[in-house]
Every structure is written in structure tokens, then in C-alpha cells.
């Protein structure tokens, strides 16, 4: 490619054209300069000076056009850079979801722009710096903070776990994201745990399995009110059985001491997550417990692998969690006080991978499903 004489082409273009040939020679000579592969510094310099000028000059669409094609150049300037991003128009959010690399400078220019789809784009993008993050969080945005709940290149610690955390209080989206995500600690959703999907809900119970956790006040008043378990769980197994949620709110309501719309979230919760943490928190074994859970829950599809799912659960999640998680509910106590390292999760396995595990061992968990499967046999045959 010959040099380029930009302020000679520019003037010969002022006499003799209009938007017309600005269009031409702005598409041209992008083209031109994205097909060299390492072009001179010379080059450069003279197309960028060219580039500025054309660029104002052209008419909307041959702007995106060029700074489309112009995009695929190797080798661009941080002034070309900037050119390109001003011009895309309606395809810059896909070619920053696609660009290789982009530079910090030019991140920092569309931040500054205020357009939250574009933010939300970079936001998405991996192995950010921490000079762009710090920018990003701040920013007051649900679709910027979904994307980067959902980024898993960022990882969720210090001063922006607190962020992601409060973020989730605030939007049911982000809670739902970082319910998924391996490398968050699901317990600090214990505050939103209503506004979870299924299996959010499920990560959050997963979250304080084999858990040193604080003292919650309420444990005393559960230790003394456990005897009467055999008692709780047959009333609730036929309050459930006959669909009496309004009286089951009731009761939870005067045994618990959560509020009574609190209660009727557990009463109505077809998932059995919410009802599983007052049966555990009461001390219910997986036998008994899973009794009350077959009569609570949805029936419009095969539950088995749930209840299976919940048999583990009643094994490995201690009472005093589920005391500590029900005060969470009721105030008395803040999960944001688990990022401690005293109270940090185990490294588990991850959740994502189907562990190959056996129904049946001989453990009480496994009994109650063989039994709660016979169960189902009966009430199908009836």
C-alpha cells in the first residue's frame, strides 16, 4: 500500500465531491489499510490522520460499514481504535462480545458513555483488569451486574463479593446466577433464598452441608421444643395430605417464629427446600422427614431424584445449620458473617457432575427412600 496524502485527498475531495465520494473513499481506504498485515508506521500515522477526517465527512452508513471492515485489522491504533467503536453504530455490542482483544482505553471511553447495553457487553468480556472492574461495579445497572454475576473469569472475592451479594438482594436474576456458580458460596443467598429457582434453592441447603457455622440464639428453643417432633411431623404429614396450607401457615407460624407471610412461603413452596430446613431445624431424621416432604411437593412430575437429593441432605446438614439459616430468616443473625475464615465452606465436588453414587447402602437416608418409593406405589395404586 503507497502512502497515503491526507490533507491533499481531503481537499481535492472538498472541491470536486460531496458525502458521495466520502462514502467511496472512506470505505476504500479501510479496506484497503484492514487487508495489510503489519502496515509502516508511516502508514499508519498518514491513514489515521485520513481516517479522522473521512469519518465526520461520511454519510451514517458507509461510517458503520467502514468502521466494521476497518475493525478486522490487525494492527490498529489506540486513535483507530476509538474510531472504530464510535462508528459501529448497531453492531458494536456483537463485535465486542467477539473482539479478541480490546484495549483498557477504549473500554474506559464507552464506559464513560453511559449506554448500559454497551457496559453490560464489556462487562461479559474475560480476564477484565482490575482497572476496568473498578469502573464496572460501581455502576448502578441490573444488566450490568447480570453480566458480571455471570462472569466466571471474575472471581467473586473481597470487595466484589460484597457487590455481587448485595446485588443479589436486589435482583432475583443476579441470585439465580451466582446460585449456579461453583465459586460462590450459595449460603449468602440464604437472605433471598424465596426468590430462587429450585435448584438454587437445593445449592443454598448444599451450601451449609459439613459446616462449622456461628451460634444461633435460636438453638436452645429448638433443643427444647425437638421432642415434640413424632407429634410435628404426623400433624403436618395430615394438614399436607388434605391440602390445608392455610392451616399449616398457622402452625409454623406459632412453633417457628417466623412471620406468618414467611410461613406461608414454606406452607406453598411445592419444591420442598423451605420446608425441609423447619423438618431439619426440628431435628427430623430423613425417614420421618421425607414422609412429610412426598406429601408437601409437586407431584406432576417424577420426584424421585429430588427426594433422593433431599435424603442426602437430612444426612449431611447438621441441625444448628438449619436453626442458624431459619434465624437468618427471621433476622436474629447475618449469613454475611460466613465469609469469615473460620466459618469458609469445605472444598466440595462439583455440583455440576453427576456423582456415581448408589441409592441404596444401608444408611437410614437411603432406607426412607426405599420406603417413601413404596410409598408412591401405594398412592398410584389407589
Request: charge should be neutral.
Amino acid at each position: 500500500m503507497i502512502g497515503f496524502q491526507p490533507y491533499e485527498t481531503f481537499q481535492l475531495l472538498i472541491e470536486t465531491g460531496g458525502v458521495e465520494r466520502a462514502n467511496t473513499l472512506l470505505v476504500a481506504a479501510c479496506d484497503a489499510y484492514a487487508r495489510r498485515s503489519r502496515p509502516l508506521a508511516a502508514e499508519a500515522e498518514q491513514f489515521e490522520t485520513l481516517a479522522k477526517r473521512l469519518f465526520p465527512t461520511a454519510a451514517p452508513t458507509a461510517r458503520t460499514k467502514a468502521a466494521g471492515i476497518l475493525a478486522s485489522a490487525q494492527h490498529l491504533t489506540p486513535a483507530l481504535e476509538i474510531l472504530v467503536y464510535d462508528n459501529l453504530g448497531t453492531g458494536l455490542i456483537a463485535h465486542l462480545e467477539r473482539a479478541q482483544t480490546l484495549s483498557d482505553d477504549v473500554m474506559v471511553r464507552l464506559i464513560d458513555k453511559g449506554n448500559a447495553d454497551v457496559i453490560a457487553a464489556i462487562a461479559r468480556r474475560p480476564a477484565l483488569s482490575n482497572a476496568i472492574l473498578a469502573r464496572l461495579f460501581p455502576i448502578n445497572s441490573r444488566k450490568v451486574y447480570r453480566a458480571l454475576a455471570s462472569n466466571e473469569t471474575i472471581a467473586p472475592r473481597g470487595a466484589y463479593l460484597n457487590a455481587l451479594t448485595r446485588s443479589a438482594e436486589m435482583d432475583h436474576e443476579v441470585a439465580a446466577i451466582l446460585a449456579c456458580r461453583e465459586d460462590f458460596d450459595a449460603a449468602l443467598l440464604t437472605n433471598v433464598f424465596f426468590d430462587l429457582p429450585e435448584e438454587g434453592r437445593l445449592n443454598v441447603l448444599r451450601a451449609y452441608a459439613r459446616r462449622t457455622l456461628p451460634q444461633a440464639p435460636m438453638m436452645r428453643t429448638f433443643e427444647q421444643i425437638s421432642v415434640a417432633t413424632n407429634e410435628f411431623t404426623g400433624a403436618l404429614m395430615k394438614l399436607f395430605s388434605e391440602n390445608r396450607r392455610p392451616k399449616i401457615t398457622r402452625l409454623l407460624s406459632q412453633i417457628t417464629g417466623l412471620s406468618e407471610l414467611r410461613c406461608a412461603e414454606i406452607a406453598h413452596d411445592t419444591s420442598g427446600a423451605a420446608l425441609f430446613v423447619v423438618l431439619r431445624a426440628f431435628g427430623c431424621t430423613s425417614y420421618d422427614g421425607l414422609k412429610v416432604l412426598i406429601h408437601a411437593t409437586s407431584h406432576d412430575a417424577d420426584r424421585s431424584k429430588t427426594l433422593a437429593s433431599f435424603a442426602r441432605l437430612f444426612d449431611e446438614i447438621s441441625v444448628p445449620a438449619m436453626v442458624y439459616l431459619m434465624s437468618a430468616w427471621r433476622g436474629d443473625v447475618l449469613p454475611a458473617e460466613l465469609t469469615k475464615p473460620e466459618y469458609a465452606s469445605f472444598v466440595e465436588p462439583s455440583r455440576r457432575t453427576q456423582q456415581a453414587r448408589p441409592l441404596r447402602t444401608g444408611t437410614v437416608g437411603d432406607q426412607a427412600i426405599e420406603a417413601l418409593e413404596k410409598m408412591q406405589s401405594t398412592r398410584r395404586a389407589s
